[in-house]
């Protein structure tokens, strides 16, 4: 069984189809990504895992337990964090403020205090900062302080929409060197991300999206070599 498994998935906005059936699996362990062009669904996707949509048809599955209708909030406590498309840190709080506040569900202190640590040693910047207004970082400290936060709920499976949005070249390589990092900790990522090339450079197998529905799917390396995907997402 997967970790995650999604179903048939269909989600509208009023009349208007987002997905239309769309079936895939995330194996623990793993780096998926979803690519595919603006409008394909794929935030839709991610927001409907995470219970910020309600699907109209289709399941969603984690870890053996159906979770389609669970609101997001009780996601967190079952191991799944979501790092939002466009950072959406609380920037009239801290750095510090922000990262406790993805460990609201946490009950012990010394194993929030433990798991702090962690997050300053994965991101140092972010410990430089932490007494600073999240609001004052740069667009890719502030793509750290998400992930960050995002880990201090010791997620299993940590969703990740558009990492790489409006970052410059520098801050890109340093945030999927993170992500990969990430996973060779032990957290199963799912990652959508418009950077197809990036995208599909650190993940083990990928699914493109295309107007609500999957056109392809398989192992990344694979589809990086693929003519339609190259013609498509990869030329410069």
């Known amino acids: 069984m997967a970790m995650l498994e999604v179903r048939d998935l269909e989600v509208y906005y009023g009349m208007i189809q987002a997905l239309k059936g769309i079936s895939f699996d995330v194996e623990q362990g793993e780096i998926v990504a979803l690519i595919g062009a603006n409008g394909a669904g794929k935030t839709t996707t991610l927001h409907t895992i995470t219970g910020l949509l309600n699907a109209k048809a289709g399941k969603i599955v984690y870890e053996g337990t159906d979770i389609t209708r669970i609101p997001g909030y009780k996601l967190v406590s079952m191991g799944i964090a979501h790092v939002p498309e466009g950072r959406r840190v609380f920037s ?12 609201y569900t946490r009950k012990d202190k010394t194993e929030m205090d433990e798991t702090l640590k962690m997050i300053y040693t ?3 910047r972010l410990e430089e900062r932490k007494s600073q207004l999240a609001g004052t970082l740069s667009g890719g400290e502030q ?13 299993r499976l940590i969703v990740l929409d558009e990492p790489s949005m409006g970052l410059s070249p ?5 945030i999927f060197d993170i992500i990969q990092k990430i996973n060779q900790d032990g957290t199963t990522v799912l990652l959508v991300e418009q950077n197809a090339k990036k995208a599909l450079s650190i993940a083990h197998k990928a699914y493109v999206l295309e107007t609500g529905s999957i056109a392809l799917s398989g192992d990344a390396k694979e589809l990086m070599n693929n003519d339609r995907v190259k013609k498509a997402y990869l030329s410069e």
Do not use: D
């Open 92 to 103: 009239s709080l801290t750095v510090l403020q922000n990262l406790k506040m993805g460990a």
């Open 170 to 174: 520098i801050y890109v390589n340093e």
């Open 143 to 155: 793509q750290m302080l998400a992930m960050g936060r995002a880990l201090m709920s010791h997620p």
């Open 122 to 124: 994965r991101f140092p």
